[in-house]
């Protein structure tokens, strides 16, 4: 119906707004820890929402040719992570299964939270032109992520001691910190400043999705203004709440709720759909 349609669609309006501001917030407070340190968060703010939002107040296509540059000007970066590799000592992963089966199931559920964004094609899968491609798509695309996430995994197990990785809040820029080159000294500043251009790939369709179901919800053909005030919205509250990696943390605990849109909304609609066709077959034959 009309009226529950939108009562129903305020829901993901409210969860896509959250990660994304979630996940700017979370990038401002790593480049002002590395990069600006002097500099107040909403400065930092506006300059990330000006190249924002010239991304994201246009559609899926642009969003996508500007994800594939970015993925193949970032790439290469992996390849760095193998001179670390012949450093490494392999006994620190023995005995694989110390501590049981607890412990990998726990760090399961933790790892699931990096693998949101799923939920994001039921608003692209509509606009593909090749629509039997969309499956392969996602399992390729959700793979290769799945070997970058094992193997920085297992280089930083290799690399730092048993009890050493557990002080350490960023292994891996840690990792890239002893890296050297004579033309090159601090390799992890500029895996930093790639690091942000690769989490905007992140934040940026969450925005979209956002303004665009605000655009739906108001009949509305276009969402360029939604998502201005969208980011006036975000500059605005970091501007006044300025929050602190504390404060990330417990939004952090809330971001893990985005396990129930991964995991619980796609078998619940997939139910739904189900019964409404056996129902219609009920009541036409």
Known sequence: GKWMGKLVLLLPICYFAFIGWFIIVHTILLIKESFLPQTPEYVIAILLAIPGYMVARYGPRVQGRYSEMMFYMTIWMILFLLIPLRSGHWIHLLPLFKSGWEPIMNGSMSTLSSYIGVEIVFYIYPLLQKKQYAVQGMLIANTLTLFVYLFVTILCFAFFSPEGITNLNQPLLFLLKNLEFRFLERLDIIALALYVI?????????????????????????????????????????????????QSDVYRKFNQASIVALLIIPAAMYVCVRSMETFRKWRTG
Request: aromatic letters at 20%; a positive charge.
């Open 198 to 246: 690769i989490v905007s790939r992140t934040w940026m369709p969450y925005v979209y999705c956002s303004v665009f179901s605000t655009s739906r919800l108001l009949n509305q053909q276009h969402h360029r203004s939604h998502t201005l005030l969208y980011f006036i919205a975000v500059v605005a509250s970091v501007y006044f709440f300025q929050p602190t990696w504390n």
